[in-house]
């Protein structure tokens, strides 16, 4: 806004633009939300004031000269990305950015087309066309040229290092190229033989990326698949490498977008307390067709590395937790995943556009006045509406055209006063596995503009006016302008700039956008007119409804639409988003969480002590969980090392488990010197003998009954659900039902529980992992660990010296609270949790894995066990939380 009427007027071209400068508010700055260095308000974190950020491809398509600079083009294509870059290294901010990026396809720098520069007026550029579409032209920076197999190109040490000064000393943000090429075709130089380059996009482009837009492809050549599914690890491989040469302890490692899914884990196992984020750009699949994906669990597994993974909707971080949940098996609400007893958190984070430079550059140039101006005289008394889109199927360019064909069918009074000019640009993504799948598009699309042009067309006009290529900046942003509806019909679409752009150069003349409800950015713009793509007949009424809508209406709709899209920009994207990731990470090393084991301590522990005592849970514990609970038998290795353990005279071993005795008698029975706790303590055997002793037979069981009757009624609104009967408990397992619904009945036959037989009979409802189970209330695994201290210590007449329990679950942290409040010293108890549990409370990744738990005990009762043998003995001791 104009601080005074001078000011207003200084450089104005007309009266109407005097007024504009007096009302529009500015656009407001996000450099506010770094008012106070981060550093400074998260001193706990120990930032080091660093931020990289990697992406697939850096800002640059790159020419090359063999010993001269490289040639720099800005890339097109995901400019709000590139922007939020440049605002992270400017200084707005006190950070301390760096880009990390594949160089992508490089090509020699004659085959590199320059940027057009001849002047041209839209008029002549943007001309009516009578005849059908031509196709897609050539575009050295959109369709890259593939070299033979045979052939490649090499780039000598000098010029690896000559690109990488060039790329650091880059206005705008340091860059450091990722480098791209098999090992075997390295050169012993140091320089790099680069072949079929565009093999790093494959998987990424031909599966991913089709697959999140809900695309499926027929079965192909399996070998062709395996090795693209290599390349794209490989690839997150060679990333992991180039960020770890330049990470310091205290960095944020922000990665972007589905080419790296699996670089947060690879960089979460070579340093585990890394601050790391993701950021998906594209929309992410119901499990439904996630599943359809062979490398899901890998890819799930993969993102789950990150402390935050952030979304462009609500829908799509929904959609991966419900996929998390499905296919892993994890726990998941809107907060976030329990994953590798770690809380991994989720977030929507809705991108934004520069939109003060789209502003200056649209409004402060008289270049593209003239063009807005050429526009509406060549089309004098006609509407105007635009359309931008890739030409790929999921921009909805087909179902757009047939749309305004229903359009002008149904409304004839609008023929010959409106005209739909549509820019289709070429993809850089691989839409297929077949070679002609754009040309197939192109053709569709050339057809129906032929068909429309040719039913309500003239021999002085076209309704439809069809530009397949690139427009220049000004063109495009005089085409946004000039236009009076802006019409989006995105079958699926993570976030769409183009709307966020017209909103900003509609600034004036307030055109309603109609945009489709199947993409991203429909989520934030409330205020457009929302349609469903697939309904044609919707979609000319709602054009319809846009040409017809009067003035105040659409100025109402628009101010909407500009204060969203001029404060939620994305320097303010990338300040909310750094600053919920702080939150998140603060809010993680705030938790009261149980220290990293001390190796060292615990192996001198055990070689010390003349009398120990093991405690050993089993599901979980000794063996890992599985879908159907009777196939949960312990393997050789198992059984090996549990004989090693009790045939010491020093041991005491105890399995103290959920299970039933008919279950443990079965397969450990053999075992002569274990002794056994079921069904969480309601019997016991000791070592040496076969008889059970029964703990519980004095309670009266009559609460059975109640209880039955309850999980039955839940057992049949649950399919897959199967109940449980064991002497003193009842147990509703629903693993193998369908992971939402088991989850939400069992919360739901938890309260009911809670509300009637826990009130009349003293018993205890307990949830385990996928299940409910009801015993009486002094039936618990805690007690059974007092009473095994309690015997052990009378012995000799001093306790065990030397204590080591191990549970996977939130039902055995009775035994941890129970030990860890006993009379033993701190120094001879080890309490660890083993595995995942979204009970406990934990924060690192290195757990034991049910696998490895029993060999790396065994390693104890070796005469020759030091720290290092201890190997994936990774473990938590002390007292574990409520």
Known sequence: MAQSPSDAASGARSNQEILRRSLVSPIQRPDSVFE?????????????????????????????????DWGLRSRRGTSALFDSFTYLSSDKTPWNHTLVGWTGEINPADDLTPPDTTPATTASRIAPLNKKSAPIPVDAFANPHELAQSEGLYISKEDKARLEWQLAHEKGSKTIPVWLADDTEGVTDGGILLKDQSRWRRFAESELYTLFHYKQHEPTNGRAERQSWADYYQMNQKFANRILEIYKPGDIVM???????????????????????????IPFPSSEFLRCLPR?????????????????????????????????????????????????????????IDAGAVERLAFDDH??????????????????????????????????????????????????????????????????????????IANKVAELVAKINGLYGSLSFSPVQHYPQYLSQEEYLALLRAADIGLITSTRDGMNTTSLEYVVCQRDDHGPLVLSEFSGTAGSLKDAIQINPWDLSGVAYQIDLALTMDKETKRAMHGN???????????????????????????????????????????????????????????????????????????????????????????????ISGRDQEFLGQYLGGISGLGFSAEHGSFMRHPGSTEWENL?????????????????????????????????????????????????????????????????????????????EVRPTFVNKG???????????????????FSLCLGDDFTDEDMFRALNSSHLPAEHVFTVTVGASSKMTLANWHLLEPSDVISSIALLNGGGTNVADLGPLAVVEGHISD
């Not at 706990?44 to 000269?65: D, K, M, N, Q, Y």
């Not at 993969?302 to 499905?326: D, K, M």
């Not at 726990?331 to 809705?350: C, E, I, L, R």
């Not at 007690?783 to 010296?801: H, M, T």
């Open 36 to 68: 106070i260095d981060p550093r400074a308000a998260n001193p706990s974190l120990g930032l080091s004031g660093g931020v990289i950020s990697a992406t697939f491809c850096i800002p640059h398509t790159l020419g090359f000269r063999k010993g001269s």
């Open 255 to 281: 990665i972007h977008d589905y080419h790296l899914l699996l670089l947060p884990s690879i960089l979460r196992q070579r340093i585990p307390h890394m601050y790391i984020s993701f950021f998906l750009h």
């Open 296 to 352: 899901r669990k890998d890819v799930l597994e993969g993102v789950l590395g990150a402390n935050l993974i952030g979304f462009q909707s609500w829908s799509y971080s929904r959609h991966f937790g419900s996929c998390c949940t499905r296919i892993l098996g994890f726990p998941s609400n809107s907060a976030g995943v329990d994953a590798y007893g770690a809380k991994v958190s989720v977030g929507v984070f809705p991108i934004g």
């Open 367 to 440: 270049r593209i006045d003239d063009k807005v101006l050429a526009l509406r005289k060549l089309y004098e008394g006609k509407k105007i509406i635009v359309g931008r889109d890739r030409l790929d199927s999921v921009r909805g360019v087909a179902q757009k055209l047939m749309a305004f064909e229903t359009f002008l069918e149904r409304y004839p009074e609008w023929r010959e006063k409106v005209v739909l000019i549509q820019v289709t640009s070429p993809t850089s993504v691989e839409e297929g596995k077949k070679e002609d799948s754009s040309t197939k």
């Open 561 to 655: 639409l500009y204060n969203h899209v001029t404060t939620r920009t994305v320097q303010s994207w990338a300040a909310t988003y750094l600053g919920q990731f702080l939150t998140v990470l603060s809010s993680h090393n705030a938790t009261v969480t149980t220290p990293l084991l001390d190796k060292a301590a615990l192996v001198d522990q055990y070689r010390a002590a003349k009398k120990r005592l093991f405690m050993f849970d089993y599901d979980g514990t000794l063996t890992p969980i599985v879908r159907d609970p009777a196939a949960a038998i312990p393997s050789e290795r198992v059984l090996r090392t549990l004989t090693a353990l009790a045939a010491d005279p020093k041991n005491a071993v105890w399995i």
């Open 696 to 772: 519980a037979e004095k309670i009266d069981m009559g609460w059975q009954k109640e209880v039955m009757e309850c999980f039955q009624k839940y057992t049949e609104m649950t399919p897959g659900s199967f109940i449980e009967r064991k002497r003193c408990a009842l147990t509703w397992h629903y693993r193998p039902s369908d992971p939402e619904l088991g989850a939400h009945n069992a919360r739901e036959c938890q309260k009911e529980l809670e509300k009637t037989v826990s009130k009349a009979w003293d018993v205890e409802v307990m949830t385990g992992k996928a299940n409910l």
């Open 783 to 801: 007690e059974i660990s007092k009473r095994l201290v309690e015997s052990y210590g009378r012995e000799v007449g001093q306790p065990p010296e």
